[in-house]
């Protein structure tokens, strides 16, 4: 499991309607870390309570000496997942990435909404995006801090 974290000040994503063809917000958060969220073959339910632990525990929140050592969930921050199936694009050959290493829909989808349950369930406020759709993510990085998280 990947997942590519940012730390925010806000953030929200949206969603193309299916009915209208218009975006619609799904998800936003106040301060705190947008995570893309990407899944492999090899990921379990076990990958994805470890990835949910490592990211409420993430300490990338300035503490009172402006050092980054403060964690989410001591920072309190908000998250917004999204899943991001091209994390796992692979472009070590030609200029077209290959998805083989990004796992199906079916596989996918239900561990990410784990990540989300098991943030929640550590206390976490958890916004979402909406799987299999398109979407925007709108967010303004604060610092900047990058930062990418493996399981």
């Given at each position: 499991?990947?997942?590519?974290?940012?730390?925010?000040?806000?953030?929200?994503?949206?969603?193309?309607?299916?009915?209208?063809?218009?975006?619609?917000?799904?998800?936003?958060?106040?301060?705190?870390?947008?995570?893309?969220?990407?899944?492999?073959?090899?990921?379990?339910?076990?990958s994805?309570?470890?990835?949910?632990?490592k990211?409420?525990?993430?300490?990338?929140?300035?503490?009172?000496?402006?050092?980054?050592?403060?964690?989410?969930?001591?920072?309190?921050?908000?998250?917004?997942?999204?899943?991001?199936?091209?994390?796992?694009?692979?472009?070590?050959?030609?200029?077209?990435?290959?998805?083989?290493?990004?796992?199906?829909?079916?596989?996918?989808?239900?561990?990410?909404?784990?990540?989300?349950?098991?943030?929640?369930?550590?206390?976490a406020?958890v916004?979402?995006?909406?799987?299999?759709?398109?979407?925007?993510?709108?967010?303004?990085?604060?610092?900047?801090?990058?930062?990418?998280?493996?399981?």
């Amino acid at each position: 499991m990947r997942a590519l974290v940012q730390r925010v000040t806000g953030a929200r994503v949206t969603s193309r309607a299916s009915t209208d063809g218009e975006f619609v917000e799904v998800g936003s958060i106040a301060a705190g870390l947008v995570v893309l969220l990407g899944v492999t073959h090899t990921d379990d339910g076990a990958s994805a309570d470890k990835m949910a632990s490592k990211l409420w525990g993430l300490r990338v929140f300035d503490d009172d000496a402006g050092v980054m050592n403060v964690s989410s969930s001591d920072a309190g921050a908000e998250v917004l997942v999204v899943s991001q199936f091209t994390l796992y694009g692979n472009t070590s050959k030609g200029r077209r990435p290959s998805w083989v290493d990004a796992a199906p829909p079916e596989v996918a989808e239900p561990l990410v909404d784990r990540v989300v349950e098991g943030l929640r369930e550590l206390g976490a406020t958890v916004g979402t995006g909406r799987f299999r759709t398109e979407m925007q993510v709108e967010l303004v990085n604060d610092g900047p801090v990058t930062v990418l998280v493996e399981t």
